[in-house]
Structure formats: structure tokens, C-alpha cells
């Protein structure tokens, strides 16, 4: 069956601007965390939505906010955009919350912040 | 500040010989921890996991060591191989329903 998806793969934004990004989960899987990875801080947890709730959240500013849709599909969104926010981004899905074991990872989307 | 910390950045041994990640933890309420590995341009993909009930847990080459006292886990990989080269990461939990803390990640790179 088809992986998580995530869309777009590359984005280049300037300060101040803000961003969406999508993932699709695995079919039937309930779950999707967001996940921040840069060379100076590594892998960094944002959020976890299942069923639509946001379960946990990581130590990000309000300017990361995401949702969850009852397709279990997620944006994840980044308001005022900073040079610091270029990272590469990504979801995972799960069949349900905290199924950190069994979760299975996109191939991310690339930010790039100028 | 880093509850998780893997301080060496890389590590490079050869084919055939042990490979050593280390990952230190300063928040003592962790309970369950995991190691992912991840290639580039692809996402992590669960190794191993080892409950702070056990000082140790093995799958195949790879064996976690959990030493509650030094809060301390290490990855041993025996025997490396090529394709083992990856950036490995540690990351914890404080029980279930907590999020997962991550180290910075080691990047490990198997000598033919």
C-alpha cells in the first residue's frame, strides 16, 4: 500500500511569509505526527494529531499550528516565517496515537527560508 | 536546554567491528526509549527500544544497553556493515501518552 505522503517536497519562502504543508497518512492509519529536523537541533517533535485532536505538542512558538482532517490528512502551517524555520519537515502516521514504534515516516518536505 | 544528548556528532569504525552510539538523558522521569536510524532522503525508521524496567534489550546486530543510574544508553551494532551508515537518533518518553524527546543524532559511517 502507498506511504505517507507529503506535499510539496521543496518550498523556498522569504521572512515574514507563511507556509502549508500537507501529509497524507498510510490508508487507515488514524495518526500523524510533525517533526522538525536541522543540522544545529536534529529531530524535534511538533505535534501529534489523532482523530483530529492535537494530543501533544512540542516547545515550538505559536506560529506552528497544524490540523487534522477527518480523512486523517494534516497541514501543518508557519505563520511569519524566520530564517531559523528552514528545516526539513516530517510527518509520520500511525494506526493510533503514541504508536511511536509503528510509525511510519514521509520523506519530508524542504523548507527553505530566505 | 537538551534532555537528550548524543555528544559525539559522527563516529567511523570499520566493517566487521563493533559500532558504539552513545546517548545520555538528564530528565530522570524518562521511562521508554528508542533509537531510530535514518538515511538521506528518506524519513527515520524505528531500531530498537528498550522500558527503563531492563538494563538490556536485543534484536539481531543490534543491542541496547540501559543503565538507569548514569542515565546512560548506548547502541551496540555487531557486526557493523556498510549498510548500517546512517544517522542514528535516541529519543525518549515519559510514559505513553508523552512526546518524544529527541537527541541531535549520530552520524555513523561503516568502512569497507
Known amino acids: 500500500k502507498a506511504g505517507v505522503t507529503q506535499t510539496p517536497r521543496y518550498l523556498i519562502k522569504t521572512r515574514g511569509q507563511q507556509v502549508t504543508l500537507s501529509c497524507s497518512p498510510i490508508s487507515g492509519h488514524r495518526s500523524v505526527s510533525w517533526y522538525q529536523q536541522t543540522p544545529g537541533q536534529g529531530l524535534q517533535f511538533l505535534f501529534e494529531?489523532?482523530?483530529?485532536?492535537?494530543?501533544n505538542k512540542g516547545n515550538f512558538p505559536g506560529r506552528f499550528s497544524g490540523r487534522q482532517f477527518s480523512n486523517s490528512r494534516s497541514e501543518m502551517n508557519v505563520s511569519t516565517l524566520e530564517l531559523g524555520d528552514s528545516a526539513l519537515y516530517l510527518c509520520?502516521?500511525?494506526?493510533?496515537?503514541?504508536?511511536?514504534?509503528?510509525?511510519?515516516f514521509g520523506p519530508g518536505t524542504r523548507l527553505l527560508v530566505l | 536546554d537538551q534532555q537528550v544528548k548524543q555528544n559525539s556528532p559522527s563516529l567511523s569504525v570499520q566493517e566487521g567491528r563493533i559500532s558504539i552510539l552513545n546517548c545520555d538523558y538528564t530528565n530522570s522521569m524518562f521511562d521508554y526509549f528508542l533509537w531510530y536510524k535514518k538515511y538521506p532522503a528518506e524519513g527515520p525508521t524505528f531500531l530498537i527500544s528498550?522500558?527503563?524496567?531492563?538494563d538490556k534489550n536485543e534484536d539481531g546486530r543490534f543491542t541496547v544497553f540501559l543503565n538507569k543510574s548514569a542515565k546512560h544508553l548506548s547502541l551496540h551494532i555487531v557486526p557493523s556493515q556498510p549498510g548500517d551508515s546512517a544517522v542514528y537518533f535516541c529519543a525518549a518518553l515519559t510514559g505513553a501518552n508523552s512526546k518524544l524527546t529527541f537527541g541531535k543524532g549520530i552520524t555513523l559511517s561503516v568502512r569497507p
Open positions: 494529531y489523532f482523530s483530529e485532536t492535537q494530543r
Open positions: 509520520a502516521s500511525s494506526l493510533s496515537a503514541g504508536e511511536w514504534e509503528t510509525q511510519y
Open positions: 528498550i522500558s527503563s524496567i531492563k
